[in-house]
């Protein structure tokens, strides 16, 4: 593990991938931790792929949202290429899956955090192109952010291009056909409905009836993302995330009459309580008032 690369401090090593090596940083300039991306030998001496790689790197580090890791430079030090990029702390979204079902308002939370980068990005005409669970990372401050992003083209056949391919990959990239946003789109789809059920969603699988806790119109924003025909499923993700907004607001009004109701149960049970004892003492003090005009009434106490 090199010592440093350009004024970049190496602080530890983080990983390996079809990008290279990638090392946690401290970038001795602006004093901020980084995560750096060096190229491996093989990339260096594809000087085709390289350059693209280069010019795709330009339009990266246009891409600016809170929930997307920012590709901060492309640099050279020496024989080395290298991408420095935000270093995100927290982790991966598969991690906090684990298996199991997220709270329905998380997970919708989270889909609005990466629909709205995935908005912003397709704007600028730039896809992910490998989104999933361990592409997404959530932060300490339970935020969902890309990492990755836009560079599975240069990856070793992208993770996303097994054989059979994963629940993320959309039916017109396994024909063959170019992904477009709206591939994206549906790869987000996946990544929703493994968030609301801890399982990775089989091929033609629909979420309704497998998590209770999920409102039917949630499931269909889900279904509208999935649809196999790329014309058929919803075509922009900034609709994906008005209509996540949308579910949220009726989420939270539930839990807020939820609450109220559960609030005003005590007080109800009270005051039926106090009812049940008003009711007992009203009927002691008619039965008192009879017995004693009873009483009064005897024929006896007339003759003594």
């Known amino acids: 593990m090199p010592e440093a690369i350009a004024h970049y401090k190496i602080l530890g090593h983080l990983g390996a991938g079809g990008l290279g090596e990638v090392y946690r940083a401290r970038d001795t300039r602006l004093g901020r931790t980084v995560a750096v991306k060096v190229f491996p030998a093989e990339l260096m001496r594809d000087e085709p792929k390289l350059q693209f790689l280069l010019e795709t790197a330009k339009l990266l580090a246009e891409v600016s949202h809170p929930n997307i890791a920012m590709l901060f430079e492309s640099g050279q030090d020496g024989d080395q290429r290298y991408l420095v990029f935000e270093f995100v702390q927290g982790e991966p979204l598969g991690k906090i899956i684990n298996g199991r079902a997220l709270n329905v308002r998380r997970a919708v939370e989270f889909?609005?955090?990466?629909?709205?980068?995935?908005?912003?990005?397709?704007?600028?005409?730039?896809?992910?192109?490998d989104i999933r669970p361990d592409t997404i990372m959530i932060t300490p401050k339970d935020r969902a952010k890309f990492i990755n992003f836009g560079l599975s083209q240069f990856t070793t056949g992208g993770v996303n291009r097994v054989n059979p391919p994963t629940p993320y990959v959309s039916p017109e990239e396994i024909e063959g056909l170019r992904?477009?946003?709206?591939?994206?789109?549906?790869?987000?789809?996946?990544?929703?409905?493994?968030?609301?059920?801890?399982?990775?969603?089989?091929?033609?699988?629909?979420?309704?009836?497998?998590?209770?806790?999920?409102p039917p119109q949630l499931d269909e924003v889900i279904a509208h993302t999935l649809a196999a025909n790329i014309d058929s499923r919803a075509q922009s993700a900034a609709t994906v995330a008005?209509?996540?907004?949308?579910?949220?607001?009726?989420?939270?009004?539930?839990?807020?009459?939820?609450?109220?109701?559960?609030?005003?149960?005590?007080?109800?049970?009270?005051?039926?309580?106090?009812?049940?004892?008003?009711?007992?003492?009203?009927?002691?003090?008619?039965?008192?008032?009879?017995?004693?005009?009873?009483?009064?009434?005897?024929?006896?106490?007339?003759l003594r």
């Open 179 to 214: 992904p477009d946003s709206r591939s994206d789109i549906y790869a987000l789809g996946a990544v929703l409905f493994e968030m609301l059920t801890g399982k990775q969603r089989v091929r033609g699988t629909v979420l309704r009836g497998l998590n209770p806790k999920v």
């Open 242 to 302: 008005a209509e996540l907004r949308s579910i949220a607001a009726i989420l939270d009004m539930r839990a807020e009459v939820a609450e109220a109701a559960e609030a005003f149960e005590p007080k109800r049970r009270l005051e039926q309580r106090s009812g049940g004892i008003a009711k007992f003492v009203l009927l002691a003090v008619v039965v008192a008032a009879l017995a004693f005009w009873l009483w009064r009434a005897q024929p006896w106490r007339l």
């Open 111 to 129: 889909g609005i955090n990466l629909a709205d980068a995935l908005a912003e990005a397709h704007a600028l005409g730039v896809i992910h192109g």
